[in-house]
């Protein structure tokens, strides 16, 4: 189990995270959200070791994870660049792994090679950024660690092999309870494997849950009135966005889906109904409720 | 199921990682053997010199892999792209930091390793009958070979230690930088900052207070404090310095500093934050020592080109602004960087002017009183010898009288320069009237500078001298001081005192054979013998200086011809005399006649004495005195047609004589000798002979 208990982190004078403290249970899949610069890369960072809390601890199995070799051999860490390889091969790359991590699979690597074909003797500078990142992959996952950490890894990845690789992913979550922890800023893979996510927005954590109660908390409405409504009207909703086109008018909104449409039965709607909501909506109305110019997220 | 690298394979597998890079290390070997091995190969073999510049080549750059090799282990600390891929691993940042110093240090020094015993082998190899049978001369092992081998194992060791010294200064330079710009530029600079600042605190500042020498506190420190430092005591004692005493205490010390440097890299290591990666200078306190050494070498520098005041720190300015702007990509808050040129070259300014104004510290007057001192050592050979900087060897005075006589001659230097600093009057000058200089004759004297009608100012020669107090209580310190000869004198009865004579003479003991030459053409024959003899001679010698007087000391009455070792030997040495004539050694040579042939012919001439008017006393001394400026010299025809009379004053002449009484000198060769006041008249007819 991973526990963060207050974590701080500053790098100078900037405050990248703001006393954190979230649990991420064995064997989930935690997808890291939030804008540029929200904290999400740093966070990873401290849970493999490479930054040092300024305050508060990070926590594997209920031990510290800074400069503790026996934690960080059960993470392994996969950040978006892939300069770093061009003078390897897929092989040499296996081989420098393998001396540190001491579960390393074979077996796994030999399959992952053959599903995605990857040349196994040619440098990796000769390689387009989309292969690099399969071959990091296949290290990423062959190495066996209990915890699999992706800082926006599918970057790069085409959409077959999206597919591949969430297949895997999930294959070997199934098999030995890896757990994922990764930040993307792409909602719909988010979406696709994580089962719980946490919002992070200028180093504050906004929430952490499980999918579920995400998308249960939070509903999308669409009502046309007969009178000239606006969202500020109603105020015994909790409306974290509102949008009015003509007489419609569609409000994000928190609470239950029965105690918001009886609030909003009394001021006799001509159309009330729930659209479904994706969690990039989600994510866009928490980000604005909390001061975040959406038109300034990438999608 | 947790898993961990076993925490004893990490350094074999970062040096497996690290072979990996097979053509740079190819490019190492090769390097190598074309340093030592090949040197070797053609001077010892083919006797040739014509592979030289590519043994200096690839020597360069072997000493630039103790850069590139640390700049290649740990790019990760400026290198972005590469930090989260090491500090991910399943290594402590203890176990990273060892395993790529170590992996690194070794790989490097192997090939030096390997070159150095193939050298050896080499060399070995070149003595033995079957290389001899093909080449074209022979060599054999005997006593100039074992030394040579002695020295090339030496030179290795300082080479591989100075080498250790770069490569681990160059991970200290990486442990503070953060970006490829500075980890190459501060590499470079702090090998020149070190021995920079070292000296211009030492010799541009306190080398300019009276009596405080560079050599004794600054030099010894340039030696191992920089890797530079070592190749500079390396280049500079390619000879038995090299593995004496001082050399190996000079590479003991460097080899701690070495250690040092690795204890503070292995801190700053450990503490640096991963996101300092992209950053100038991660330590800012390197980057100020850097900044104020820079400052302080340059302000040094120019106050001692006495450059004035203004352009000094207009120059500075520039210099560190310039520096500021680099560092910090830019003029933002460049109100700082000149606040801190503010601060820094004020701290400058204000320790040059405290240490010349208050003569550091008033460190110059320091003297101690005779209770609290053990020992004295002195780098003295006698008060007729004045070049006492050319013995490696002090004496050490532990004789309270000897001690007594040492504190005397202290004060009285130091009273000395109280008085001149006070007078307009150089201590060292006399003042000869012009009526008095008949014969135009002036001795010892440098220079002289004509006072309009009535009088000359003679500068007479200082002689350095170098004196170390050990005191009880307190930091034991060294002066050494130019002094003039009738300082010296003060120094005169420790000359024939036990403790002074027993080690002088066992300083000059040479085992295996003894040495006699010549007090005038300085030509030497060795005598082999055996020990014990030897040791037999010595204590006759030592038996006959410490019967000596004072008196026969300075003003022997029968001249000396030859020399022991650097010892003159009198005609009251009677014990020396015995044992020499006993022992077959052959003294005939050194006669009257033998001289006249053999040194007269190439130069001789006479100085006449002087009177001096300011009440100084004036000494007429041979030995190491030096030619005065304007001597008679006699020509091939003199010579010859003197001959009789030249003679005559060469039975007389005096190696070893020093009297305040006026009287002649003869110059024979390139050294003169005292023609003794009951011999003025001779000398004064053949002067007036040859005017």
């Known amino acids: 189990m991973i526990e963060f208990k207050n974590v701080t982190k500053r790098f100078g004078k900037d405050l990248s995270l703001d006393q954190i403290s979230l649990t991420i249970e064995e064997g989930t899949a935690f997808g890291l959200l939030g804008s540029n610069g929200a904290g999400k890369s740093t966070l990873l960072r401290l849970l493999c070791g490479i930054y040092k809390a300024d305050d508060g601890e990070v926590l594997i199995d209920e031990a510290s994870v800074y400069d503790n070799i026996q934690v960080k051999s059960d993470m392994f860490f996969i950040n978006d660049e892939t300069v770093q390889y061009q003078n390897m091969t897929v092989i040499e790359l296996k081989d420098h792994y393998k001396n540190y991590y001491r579960n390393f699979k074979e077996e796994v690597f030999e399959r992952l090679m053959e599903v995605t074909k990857l040349p196994s003797d040619k440098k990796m500078s000769t390689f387009s950024k989309g292969m690099k990142r399969q071959a990091v992959f296949i290290i990423g996952l062959s190495c066996g660690t209990k915890y699999l950490l992706l800082d926006e890894a599918f970057d790069g990845l085409d959409p077959a092999m999206r597919i591949i690789v969430k297949r895997i992913l999930v294959d070997e979550m199934l098999d030995r309870k890896l757990t994922l922890i990764l930040s993307s800023h792409n909602l719909k893979e988010v979406n696709d494997i994580c089962d719980h996510v946490a919002l992070l927005h200028e180093g504050r954590l906004l929430f952490c849950k499980d999918l579920q109660s995400v998308y249960e908390g939070f509903h999308k409405i669409q009502a046309a009135f007969s009178r000239d409504y606006s969202a500020e009207d109603f105020d015994g909703l909790s409306i974290v966005q509102s949008e009015k086109l003509g007489s419609v008018i569609t409000m994000g909104v928190r609470g239950d889906i029965e105690e918001i449409k009886t609030y909003l039965s009394h001021f006799h709607p001509i159309l009330l109904e729930e659209i479904p909501l994706t969690l990039e909506e989600i994510f866009i109305y928490e980000m604005e409720a909390n001061g975040y110019d959406a038109n300034g997220i990438e999608h | ?583 077959y050694v052959n003294l005939d040579t050194f006669s009257t006649k033998t001289i006249y042939n053999n040194s007269v012919a190439n130069n001789f001439g006479i100085l006449a004495p002087i009177e001096n008017t300011n009440s100084k006393p004036l000494y007429y001394y041979g030995y190491y005195s030096y030619a005065a400026t304007s001597p008679m010299y006699v020509n091939s025809e003199q010579i010859e047609q003197f001959r009789e009379e030249i003679i005559t004053l060469l039975d007389h002449a005096q190696y070893q004589y020093i009297t305040t009484t006026p009287c002649y000198r003869i110059i024979v060769g390139k050294w003169s000798y005292v023609i003794p006041p009951e011999y003025t008249d001779l000398a004064e007819q053949l002067y007036d002979k040859l005017r």
């Open chain 2, 1 to 583: 199921m947790t898993q961990t690298a076993s925490s004893t394979s990490f350094f074999g597998i970062s040096l497996k990682e690290k072979l990996k890079n097979k053509r740079f290390w190819t490019i190492l070997i090769i390097t190598n053997l074309l340093t030592g091995p090949l040197y070797i190969l053609n001077h010892y073999y083919f006797d040739s010199q014509s592979s030289i510049w590519i043994t200096i080549l690839a020597s360069l750059v072997i000493g630039a892999s103790a850069f590139v090799i640390p700049l290649s282990f740990f790019d990760y600390l400026y290198q972005k792209t590469k930090i989260d891929d090491v500090l991910k691993l399943p290594l402590t940042r203890k176990q990273l930091f060892m395993s790529d110093y170590l992996s690194g240090l070794i790989l490097y020094l192997v090939p030096i390793i390997g070159q150095f015993l193939l050298s050896m082998l080499l060399l070995l190899l070149r003595t033995t009958r079957f290389i001899n049978s093909i080449l074209e001369y022979d060599v054999t092992m005997d006593d100039s070979f074992l030394r040579m081998l002695r020295l090339v194992f030496f030179t290795y060791l300082f080479i591989i230690v100075g080498l250790m010294f770069l490569y681990t200064l160059t991970v200290f330079v990486l442990s503070c930088v953060g970006n490829t710009f500075e980890a190459i530029t501060a590499s470079l600079y702090i090998n020149l900052l070190i021995p920079g600042v070292i000296y211009s605190v030492g010799y541009l500042l306190l080398n300019r207070l009276f009596g405080i020498s560079f050599r004794t506190l600054f030099q010894q420190l340039l030696y191992f404090t920089s890797p530079g430092g070592i190749l500079l005591y390396w280049f500079n004692n390619l000879n038995r310095f090299l593995y004496s005493g001082t050399g190996l205490w000079t590479l003991f010390l460097a080899l701690l500093m070495t250690l040092g440097i690795l204890f503070i890299s292995y801190r700053n290591f450990i503490r640096r934050k991963a996101e300092s990666v992209g950053t100038g200078f991660v330590n800012r306190i390197f980057y100020y020592f850097i900044m104020a050494s820079l400052t302080f070498l340059l302000a040094a520098f120019f106050y001692q080109l006495d450059i004035n005041f203004i352009t000094s720190v207009s120059l500075l300015a520039f210099i560190f602004l310039t520096f500021e702007v680099i560092t910090n990509r830019g003029f933002q808050k460049f109100y700082r960087s000149i606040l801190r040129f503010a601060i820094i070259s004020a701290i400058t300014g204000c320790s040059i002017f405290l240490i010349d104004t208050t003569e550091g510290f008033g460190v110059v007057y320091r003297t101690t009183d005779i209770s609290n001192i053990k020992s004295v050592s002195i780098r003295y050979n006698g008060v007729l010898d004045p070049d006492t900087t050319a013995y490696d060897n002090s004496i050490i005075l532990k004789d309270p009288e000897n001690i007594r006589a040492v504190l005397a001659f202290h004060q009285r230097v130091i009273d000395d320069y109280i008085v001149s600093k006070i007078s307009s009057e150089n201590p060292n000058m006399v003042r000869v009237p012009v009526e008095a200089t008949k014969y135009s004759n002036y001795p010892d004297s440098q220079t002289t500078e004509a006072i309009p009608e009535e009088y000359y100012y003679v500068y007479l020669p200082t002689y350095d001298i170098e004196i170390s107090f050990d005191v009880k209580n307190g930091i034991d310190y060294t002066r050494f001081y130019s002094v003039s000869f009738d300082q010296r004198m003060l120094l005169a009865s420790i000359d024939l005192s036990d403790e002074y004579i027993d080690q002088i003479v066992k300083q000059n003991s040479n085992p295996g054979s003894i040495i006699v030459s010549d007090v005038y053409d300085y030509s030497s024959i060795s005598y082999p013998m055996r020990k014990e003899k030897i040791q037999e001679l010595y204590h006759c010698l030592a038996r006959d200086m410490k019967k000596l007087t004072m008196e026969e000391y300075l003003t022997p009455s029968k001249p000396t011809r030859f020399k022991i070792g650097e010892i003159p030997i009198l005609e009251s040495y009677t014990e020396t005399l015995a044992f020499l004539a006993d022992n």
